[in-house]
């Protein structure tokens, strides 16, 4: 085999491998390693969802518009049941948490870093305003505060206690040293009243 045979052998696996920059008649200035993911059905990241692409030849156009400011390689992985979390950046709030496919897992971490001796099943049941007799110990912050605390339920209890005991003991007080008093002096009045009355009749 000469060598020009062996120079358009390789270069033509190179254009196959995706290898070397090719052009598309549509977009002149459109320069990436594979033309034929343009316009294929799915967003590519990187050179090809430029403007000189056509935004992938359009494809990109959805993502773009749902996530202006979310800048990955491979737009496809947004939003594909999987968290992406350690590679670039699609765990974050510009991708939408990779299209929510990891909230579970930022759950997962935010109540294990907040928890770190919490181990239970389901982590989405922490702090769901429910409260859950599996989670409900202190190693999870009382199913994350779902539950009160033993002792917080016992502080609360002791103060209503001692605030009914304070309520019920004044008004005993109230009605033995003012009500009672009161009364008898009112009863007092009434009787003078009743003498006076049959004194002047006589």
Same mark, same amino acid.
């Given at each position: 085999?000469? *060598?020009? =045979?062996?120079? *358009? =052998?390789?270069?033509?696996?190179?254009?196959?491998? %995706?290898?070397?920059?090719? @052009?598309?008649?549509?977009?002149?200035?459109?320069?990436?390693?594979?033309?034929?993911?343009? !316009?294929?059905? /799915?967003?590519?990241?990187?050179?090809?969802?430029? /403007?000189?692409?056509?935004?992938?030849? %359009?494809?990109?156009?959805?993502?773009? @518009?749902? +996530?202006?400011?979310?800048?990955?390689? +491979?737009?496809?992985?947004?939003?594909?049941?999987?968290?992406?979390?350690?590679? /670039? #950046? +699609?765990?974050?709030?510009?991708?939408?948490?990779?299209? %929510?496919?990891?909230?579970?897992?930022?759950?997962?971490?935010?109540?294990?870093?907040?928890?770190?001796?919490?181990?239970?099943?389901?982590?989405?049941?922490? %702090?769901?305003?429910?409260?859950?007799?599996?989670?409900?110990?202190?190693?999870? !912050?009382?199913?994350?505060?779902?539950?009160?605390?033993?002792?917080? &339920?016992?502080?609360?209890?002791?103060?209503?206690?001692?605030?009914?005991?304070?309520?019920?003991? !004044?008004?005993?007080?109230?009605?033995?040293? &003012?009500?009672?008093?009161?009364?008898?002096?009112? #009863?007092?009045?009434?009787?003078?009243?009743?003498?006076?009355?049959?004194?002047?009749?006589?």
């Amino acid at each position: 085999m000469d *060598n020009v =045979t062996v120079e *358009n =052998t390789t270069r033509k696996n190179a254009v196959l491998m %995706g290898e070397q920059d090719c @052009t598309i008649a549509e977009y002149p200035d459109c320069r990436v390693d594979s033309p034929h993911y343009i !316009g294929d059905g /799915e967003c590519e990241g990187g050179a090809y969802n430029t /403007e000189e692409c056509s935004f992938d030849g %359009g494809d990109c156009l959805e993502f773009n @518009t749902k +996530y202006p400011d979310c800048k990955v390689d +491979y737009p496809i992985y947004i939003g594909d049941g999987l968290c992406f979390d350690n590679i /670039e #950046s +699609y765990n974050t709030e510009e991708c939408g948490f990779d299209c %929510g496919d990891c909230d579970e897992y930022n759950l997962y971490k935010f109540w294990i870093e907040k928890y770190p001796d919490c181990r239970v099943d389901d982590y989405s049941k922490l %702090g769901d305003v429910e409260c859950h007799k599996n989670y409900n110990m202190k190693a999870c !912050g009382w199913d994350g505060g779902d539950c009160q605390s033993p002792k917080k &339920y016992g502080i609360i209890f002791g103060a209503t206690a001692a605030t009914a005991i304070g309520l019920i003991i !004044g008004y005993l007080l109230f009605r033995t040293f &003012y009500l009672v008093p009161r009364r008898q002096r009112q #009863s007092n009045i009434e009787d003078e009243k009743v003498n006076d009355v049959t004194e002047e009749q006589l």
